[in-house]
């Protein structure tokens, strides 16, 4: 083969990506593969669509953060399980619209859904939170939970659109530092504080082999941190959660007057010390299966989570879902709003704000799709008669 073939071989790839891309067939070029295709956004029709997408344009040790759970990623993969032991109830309805609105804590909604704290969105797009924010807002202004480990301070992302935000925090056992945080997003406009109390210490076995890709990937050692074991922890343990204790709502509560939620509640026995402690709001959470490998999914510990709050405070709930069934599932389960963690993360590395808006929308509509299936026209319609649950 001659340097003209050569040439002519570069000359077809560059022309085959560039009418690939072609606006006219509603894609796009991708900037890590020189002559491959992306798809066009609303060829998309699936959650997991945009994390295909995502895969191919992040990094795999940023894909990865996102991605992986605790050690054997078994809770990771049981939160996905959970939503195919549970069976909808085909219902006859002659509506075509359904109402999906509501308010939770003075935060109305169009949906029952909210954005889920997670961390460093700079790594997805170079408007970081703020790109997440605004794709949210033109998603019928669906509300964010800022998180503690955002890449952008609240004050620069609450500006950035009109929907409103919730704060997330994790405790911190010197009370200045957690009021020195919370109190300038309070009065910038945070509607509630979510307090995560899970994760106590965590092994991400897959983020372990993609430490020498660069030090997102590798340089936050085997138990969040590295460097040398400290000679009073000799197992290298983290202990930056380890000292949680109830009475720290209590303290909080002191100077903090917007509703406060516990996040990461597995058991109805944790459910009722959170009431007996003031808060205001249950978050059945685990962490996406980030938290406790081999612990429960979040689906299958909802209902005597809900049975032990009796109506007391608004149930909160994620961990796993991806479309708009398993929201509908978890509401007829008892939970009052969902949040979704990694499927706006996918609409972000994938497409930036857009992307955040388009795949809330999917969902969304999924979820009308749904309730009008199950018979199910507005949100005070939806209760445990639309649902088979077959837990093993």
Not at 54 to 79: C, H
Not at 186 to 196: E, L, N, Y
Request: glycine share 8%; with cysteine.
């Amino acid at each position: 083969m001659n340097k003209f073939d050569i040439s002519r071989r570069r000359s077809l790839e560059a022309l085959a990506g560039f009418l690939a891309g072609s606006p006219l067939l509603k894609g796009q070029i991708d900037p890590i593969r020189d002559h491959a295709r992306v798809p066009g956004i609303k060829e998309l029709l699936t959650s997991f669509e945009f994390e295909a997408v995502m895969y191919s344009k992040q990094t795999r040790a940023v894909y990865d953060y996102r991605a992986y759970g605790e050690e054997s990623e078994f809770t990771l993969r049981r939160n996905r399980l959970a939503f195919d032991w549970v069976q909808l109830v085909k219902k006859q309805t002659t509506a075509s619209a359904a109402q999906t609105a509501t308010e939770l804590f003075g935060t109305k909604m169009a949906f029952p859904l909210m954005v889920s704290p997670t961390a460093l969105h700079g790594d997805l797009d170079k408007d970081a939170e703020q790109a997440t924010h605004k794709g949210a807002a033109a998603a019928s202004g669906t509300p964010m939970i800022l998180s503690n480990n955002s890449t952008l301070s609240f004050d620069k992302v609450m500006p950035a659109a009109p929907s409103p935000m919730w704060i997330q925090l994790y405790p911190k056992q010197a009370m200045d530092a957690n009021k020195t945080y919370l109190e300038p997003a309070i009065a910038q406009g945070a509607k509630a504080v979510v307090v995560t109390i899970d994760q106590q210490s965590s092994t991400y076995e897959r983020s372990l082999h993609d430490r020498n890709l660069n030090a997102l990937g590798g340089g936050r050692g085997r138990f969040g941190g590295g460097g040398p074991a400290p000679a009073a922890n000799p197992y290298r343990m983290s202990t930056g959660r380890l000292w949680y204790e109830w009475k720290f709502f209590d303290e909080l509560r002191d100077f903090v007057k917007v509703p406060i939620l516990a996040k990461g509640i597995l058991t109805a026995e944790d459910a009722k010390l959170a009431l007996e402690h003031g808060v205001d709001g249950i978050y059945v959470s685990n962490h996406g299966g980030r938290s406790l490998d081999y612990g429960p999914s979040t689906l299958e510990v909802l209902p005597e989570i809900v049975d032990a709050v009796a109506g007391k405070v608004p149930v909160v709930f994620d961990s796993g879902l991806r479309r708009g069934s398993d929201v509908l599932k978890a509401l007829a389960l008892g939970a009052n709003a969902v949040c979704l963690g990694r499927v706006p993360l996918w609409g972000l590395g994938a497409y930036g704000a857009t992307g955040v808006t388009r795949v809330l929308e999917i969902i969304q509509a999924e979820l009308v799709q749904a309730m009008l299936q199950s018979g199910c026209t507005s949100l005070d319609s939806i209760n445990r008669k639309i649902v088979l649950p077959n837990f093993p």
